[in-house]
């Protein structure tokens, strides 16, 4: 079946540095990815949805200029967290769409575990 | 916007059945799922209902009534490994064009002997 691939799987970084987070469909072409950020004993909270060519759609409360995202090819998705801070601790979540449609054709990465010290 | 209210967790019994409740509002229906989630790992598939009805899919089945805005997941014969997160998810129109999917907060299932 359809494989979605999210690297690094565990992350740590320095507050202040930036860190990217790459999501890749391996057998299929993603036309839409979707980010979650994930706290401890919560539910996914949807960041931003990124649509390849084309600029990503972020939900209100998230920083566009913060967690950028570029999705420029069918297959890659990448988030990155600039000037990170603690609170941006979290897990993220990457699930990739392969076609514009609904339907059960979204596929979710194996997370992607970000400390900040 | 959208809406997803679940119930918080539940508690049951190995080899019992348990029912878990889904309510929803949305704009542009277009799909719900159900996602189950054990702690530190990334969601993982289980159903998804489109057109009212039922639909199993071994232990497990999703229900689905778009006029009511409620869909249930039942899982049949319960066994320890089930103890988990379980999420119900709406897809939903976007304003401006394309779909949202978006997430209730869990429901925490706990599977006792």
């Known amino acids: 079946g359809a494989v979605v691939s999210q690297h690094p799987s565990r992350v740590i970084c320095k507050s202040g540095t930036s860190v990217k987070i790459e999501c890749r469909s391996l057998?299929?072409?993603?036309?839409?990815m979707f980010w979650y950020r994930q706290f401890p004993k919560q539910s996914l909270m949807l960041m931003a949805t990124?649509?390849?060519?084309?600029?990503?759609?972020?939900e209100q409360g998230v920083e566009k200029d913060k967690f950028l995202i570029n999705h420029a090819s069918l297959t890659l998705s990448t988030l990155t967290v600039t000037s990170a801070h603690p609170e941006d601790s979290s897990f993220y979540i990457c699930?990739?769409?392969?076609?514009?449609?609904?339907?059960?054709?979204?596929?979710f990465g194996e997370g992607s575990w970000l400390t900040v010290v | 916007g959208q809406n997803i209210d679940q119930p918080t967790e539940m508690t049951a019994t190995e080899g019992a059945i348990v029912q878990i409740n889904c309510t929803y509002q949305?704009?542009?229906?277009?799909?719900l799922f159900w996602y189950q989630q054990h702690a530190g790992e990334a969601p993982t598939f289980l159903s998804y209902?489109?057109?009212?009805g039922l639909e199993e899919k071994g232990r497990f089945s999703s229900f689905l009534s778009r006029s009511k805005g409620y869909s249930y997941l039942l899982l049949k014969e319960l066994q320890m490994k089930d103890s988990a997160s379980y999420l119900c998810?709406?897809?939903?129109?976007?304003?401006?064009?394309?779909?949202?999917?978006?997430f209730g907060t869990g429901t925490q299932l706990k599977v006792e002997l």
């Open positions: 057998d299929f072409q993603a036309t839409t």
């Open positions: 699930s990739a769409s392969q076609g514009r449609s609904s339907g059960n054709t979204i596929y």
């Open positions: 949305t704009s542009g229906f277009n799909g």
């Open positions: 990124s649509n390849e060519g084309s600029k990503a759609t972020y």
């Open positions: 998810a709406v897809i939903g129109r976007r304003k401006g064009g394309g779909n949202k999917l978006t």
């Open positions: 209902n489109v057109l009212d």
